[in-house]
């Protein structure tokens, strides 16, 4: 039972990352390989909030939303200017700038070996100190993640995003300035993410750089792609599938080394037939 | 109501001179034929003053009072400009009314996340596509659409922008005769709105039919202009087209 | 004491390196025109191949390096053949191309991982030094450089002066132009897949020899090599070359003053401001 909710938690945090980028990469089209900069900003900021300054969880949280919206803008900015490939690109190259940070100022993040001893959170005197009771704050906060990102996509605002998608100079034509709804969606995502990023510091109460560096990004854009684009719900299957896969394997008698790098050679090769067969993923709406 | 006036508008690429220090109006109240040979720069000159391709030198002149040095995209929408595009550019994985109604929602961010005028928009877009026959389709992804279709989907976008200046670039090319009625109809009734209607088309019938006023453009430059029937048959127009 | 010499030399091994992706890279690009994350992790395995046939079945260094590059130029081959290819009929777009490539790299990766764990291989470790100008280079140093020059020229001679140099360059410019000419371009892309990837086993196997192999170092050696490509002109090969010297003469000397541990950064700065300030690249193509 204890790992059920375990693993209820893992795929909760995993949904709002997936719900995070796919507003960007389903909704948006912008093809990011930096989200997992936005997860590590909102883990860390929590992380020290927290135990170098002795701030409560819900506090560190919103510091880390801004710092993750910050960092979204001028990190934005910066790629707006690139088209397609080198959009990734220079995303890509943001993510491995950011781990590198989070690396070398040892001072202030604790360096390559990270932040331990991170307490779970508390209000008005209560602990979620119990797993069942961690489970039940993240999973309301998913729940609202998941109803926010229903609100944008449904709005007259989600419907530029599809449109900028679709073929960004003809909106323009229609008078947008496409540049601010990208780095406004951009923010939101790298928000969201930040959320995500300080459930898990707060869950595995240890947090280190290598968990938040492109192999991170990749996996969280595999959710993605996996359960669909331009699907909320999507999202969340394919944090799910991709989560309880190693579990499944493992649970088939795989050892969990070997079952890590067997899930990755299987969500690696199922994003392969998945290009080729079905690029809507599980259950999307947008074909890429 | 707008008119649009152009003063020694140059653009070039890669040498070649698209545009080339073209001096030129469009009239309100009027169908303006816009012609001349493939690369003679019609398309290059309505992307120029929609805003698509930022031109080189020269100005762009709305009605006597707005003198523009330079443009984006999104501004000329808030000229009054609007067009279609010959290769048809639609939004093709979202269905025919959002199409519509992305044009007619509230351009701001805020605004548009939090959308007041949701009744309004979904009026106007049913006006625009029962004026060209599409609103049983409307549920369809743009993607799904016939060709015939496809082209008259761009017109409503058009027509929703409520805007005083068109820029149709080759509307009517691989339409059916039914829908060439359709089409024309609608630019008739533009005009006879006032505003100002500027078509690209090589069907010289429907050149002859529909515009008031024709220019032709060749290798970027001013070639010939006044009445279709007295241009269509000066010398120096013909020849052009020949030697294509 | 100046370190100045060994920097460069440094620099120059490096570079060597970087050169060999950026040029397998950019034969690659120059025809399909989508960034291939897959590429680097196809160098690595021609660097384990290598290994496994010197540590393991005994192999002769030279022998088991030879292997390694086919191993490597087949993989490539293989990859194109059944998945790219396929992608190129459906007229994909870059996206899935991009994410197909991203696949088939964290697959490759993690069979790696399977089968050679993930722990840091050394190659065996006795190789000779020499002094050069005041600076130590070792001899599979010095092997690097030279095959970075010799490929570079192979290259230059192979595309500009053979019918089939000439073919390349046609699919290249026009993929459908050549087509309509009666080129088998699916059969010339392929085969520019092998050269390339076999270019990109090389460099894994000299990596692996000079400093050691680890499942993971594929994506970092392919984006060194692709930042080179960017700087240098993406699709331009000789460019690539130029950029692999700068950017690894750039990161030499740019942790002179700082620690180590920030050349990532400095690679990656380096590729953001070219992207914004020039993002055709020094030579044009």
């Not at chain 1, 959710?223 to 499944?248: D, Q, R, S, T, Y």
């Not at chain 2, 877009?125 to 659409?145: F, H, M, Q, T, Y």
């Not at chain 3, 050679?116 to 010095?142: D, H, K, L, P």
Request: hydrophobic share 50%; glycine share 10%; aromatic share 12%.
């Amino acid at each position: 039972m204890e790992y059920l909710i375990h693993l209820a938690i893992v795929i909760s945090i995993y949904s709002i990352l997936g719900l995070s980028l796919n507003l960007i990469v389903g909704y948006t089209g912008l093809l990011s390989m930096t989200q997992a900069a936005f997860y590590g900003i909102g883990a860390y900021a929590t992380a020290i909030a927290m135990t170098s300054y002795g701030m409560n969880f819900f506090l560190a949280v919103v510091i880390g939303i801004l710092l993750s919206a910050l960092s979204a803008l001028a990190i934005g900015y910066v790629l707006s200017r690139f088209d397609g490939d080198y959009f990734t690109l220079g995303s890509f190259g943001f993510n491995v700038i950011i781990t590198a940070i989070l690396v070398n100022w040892r001072g202030f993040t604790g360096g390559a070996t990270g932040i331990p001893a991170i307490a779970r959170p508390s209000l008005f005197g209560f602990t979620f100190s119990g797993n069942l009771s961690f489970l039940v704050l993240v999973l309301v906060s998913a729940v609202i993640i998941y109803f926010i990102c229903q609100f944008i996509v449904r709005s007259s605002f989600g419907r530029v995003l599809k449109a900028i998608r679709e073929d960004e100079k003809a909106i323009q034509v229609f008078g947008y300035n496409t540049k601010y709804y990208k780095l406004a969606i951009f923010a939101i995502g790298a928000m969201m993410a930040s959320v995500a990023g300080a459930f898990y510091a707060s869950y595995l109460s240890y947090i280190s750089p290598a968990q938040f560096d492109i192999n991170e990004s990749a996996f969280i854009l595999s959710i993605v792609v996996f359960g669909g684009l331009a699907n909320n719900k999507g999202a969340i299957w394919g944090a799910a599938f991709l989560i309880l896969l190693p579990e499944a394997l493992q649970f088939v008698g795989f050892p969990s080394g070997i079952a890590e790098q067997l899930r990755q050679v299987v969500y690696g090769l199922a994003l392969v037939f998945l290009m080729l067969y079905r690029p809507q993923g599980l259950v999307g709406e947008y074909k890429i | 109501m707008s008119t649009i006036k152009i003063k020694n508008l140059y653009k070039h690429f890669d040498g070649i001179k698209a545009v080339d220090h073209l001096n030129l109006s469009f009239e309100s109240g009027k169908i303006t034929g816009l012609i001349g040979p493939n690369g003679s720069g019609k398309s290059t000159l309505i992307n120029l003053l929609t805003g698509v391709v930022p031109f080189d030198s020269g100005v762009v002149i709305i009605s006597e009072t707005t003198k523009l040095l330079r443009v984006k995209p999104y501004d000329m929408a808030s000229f009054d400009i609007t067009r279609t595009f010959q290769d048809v550019r639609l939004f093709e994985q979202m269905p025919v009314i959002d199409n519509i109604l992305v044009v007619l929602t509230k351009r701001g961010i805020v605004g548009s996340l939090f959308e007041q005028h949701k009744k309004y928009h979904l009026e106007k877009a049913k006006e625009v596509l029962e004026r060209v026959g599409l609103w049983e389709k409307r549920n369809e992804l743009a993607a799904d659409l016939s060709y015939g279709q496809r082209k008259l989907l761009e017109i409503a976008r058009a027509l929703a922008m409520n805007a005083d200046i068109y820029f149709f670039d080759e509307p009517f090319a691989g339409l059916f005769p039914e829908i060439i009625k359709v089409v024309s109809s609608i630019l008739k009734e533009l005009r006879d709105k006032g505003k100002t209607v500027v078509l690209v088309e090589h069907n010289m019938e429907l050149i002859r039919e529909l515009s008031d006023y024709c220019i032709v453009m060749d290798s970027g430059e001013l070639l010939a202009e006044g009445k279709p029937n007295d241009v269509l048959s000066q010398k120096a127009v013909i020849e052009a087209y020949l030697g294509e | 004491m100046s370190i100045i010499p060994q920097i460069i030399l440094n620099s120059l091994i490096a570079g060597s390196i970087y050169s060999l992706v950026a040029l397998g890279f950019n034969l690659i690009y120059g025809t399909t025109k989508f960034f291939n994350l897959s590429h680097g992790a196809v160098a690595v395995i021609g660097g384990y191949v290598a290994f496994y046939f010197t540590k393991s079945l005994g192999f002769g260094i030279i022998i088991s390096a030879i292997l390694g590059i086919f191993a490597a130029g087949f993989l490539g081959y293989f990859l194109d053949r059944f998945v790219f290819r396929k992608l190129r009929q459906k007229k994909a777009s870059n996206m899935v191309f991009l994410i197909s490539s991203l696949g088939l790299m964290i697959a490759l990766q993690a069979v790696t991982a399977l089968l050679f764990t993930s722990n840091f291989q050394i190659f065996s470790s006795q190789f000779t030094s020499y002094q050069i100008f005041g600076g130590v280079i070792t001899q599979v140093e010095v092997i690097i450089f030279i095959s970075a020059a010799l490929i570079s020229v192979g290259l230059f001679l192979l595309l500009k002066k053979t019918r089939w140099g000439r073919t390349v360059r046609a699919i290249s410019d026009d993929e459908e132009v050549s087509k309509i000419v009666g080129i088998d371009t699916n059969k010339v892309i392929s085969q520019v897949f092998f050269i390339g990837s076999a270019i990109a086993g090389l460099s894994g196997v000299l990596s692996g020899l000079d400093i050691g192999l680890e499942p993971t170092m594929g994506l970092l050696l392919l984006f060194k090599g692709v930042i080179a490509a960017v700087i240098g002109g993406v699709g331009n090969v000789y460019g690539g070359v130029l950029g692999a010297f700068l950017l690894a003469f750039v990161e030499n000397f740019g942790i002179w003053g700082v620690s180590a541990e920030w050349k990532d950064v400095i690679s990656f700065g380096l590729l953001i401001i070219f992207l914004l300030f020039r993002p055709q690249g020094i030579l044009k193509k």
